[in-house]
């Protein structure tokens, strides 16, 4: 069995979710959705000698994304998200950094993924699966092997993203949970991008989005 050790990070005014996976074998780590803060986790990740082998972005927003700066000065990592996000992570007006946090963020990601697509990143086995609804390339990082998918701003415990900002759509909110996150393994271990996690299991019998 992999030996995966999972860290979270809760950062920026929006409470955001920023985790940590580090291959303990090798002291590889992989970042999803450093928000805010990257100073700081990139300072963490030096004293405790570990060793970031790429960022991981579950969508575009300005509160998922503006740590990644500052990881990208401190190391030298490859940005993945999904090619359906491109545009929403060029343009501060759809990622909200112009509005919400007073300086415009603008992002150019270096791996495009593709629904479905798999890909090996610090030891561990990734499924990238396409969740759009709260932005129009919001993308799941579901681990296999792990037990637990990074769900972003798709799925909540208990509720669900917001779906009336820029490129978002209810019907496929709903799509996504309901075709896809929700046809993953019941015991795995859903890692939102706020708030605390929960289980497919749990989201199949209490997830609002299924009485509506
Ligand atoms: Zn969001």
Redesign the pocket.
């Known amino acids: 069995m992999k030996k995966s050790n999972l860290q979270l990070a809760v950062v920026g005014t929006m409470q955001t979710n920023c985790y940590l996976l580090t291959n303990t074998e090798t002291n590889e780590t992989l970042i999803v959705d450093p928000g805010a803060d990257g100073d700081r986790i990139a300072a963490y990740l030096l004293q405790e000698k570990m060793r970031p082998v790429g960022i991981l972005l579950t969508?575009g927003?300005f509160?998922?994304i503006s740590g990644v700066k500052a990881l990208q000065d401190a190391f030298r990592l490859p940005v993945y998200a999904a090619e359906a996000e491109e545009a929403l992570l060029g343009e501060p007006g759809w990622n909200l950094s112009a509005k919400f946090q007073g300086y415009s963020v603008s992002l150019v990601p270096d791996v495009l993924l593709a629904d479905g697509e798999g890909f090996e990143l610090a030891g561990f086995s990734v499924k990238a699966i396409l969740t759009p609804g709260?932005?129009g390339g919001g993308m799941s990082y579901y681990l296999p092997e792990e037990g637990f998918v990074f769900s972003?701003?798709t799925l909540f415990r208990h509720t669900y993203?917001r779906t009336d900002l820029p490129t978002s759509s209810f019907e496929e909110l709903k799509h996504s949970l309901r075709e896809k996150l929700f046809k993953l393994p019941e015991d795995t271990e859903v890692l939102p991008?706020h708030g605390n996690a929960t289980t497919i299991k749990e989201e199949r019998r209490r997830n609002p989005v299924l009485g509506d």
Do not use: S
């Open positions: 969508h927003h509160d998922h709260h932005t972003g701003d993203g991008g």
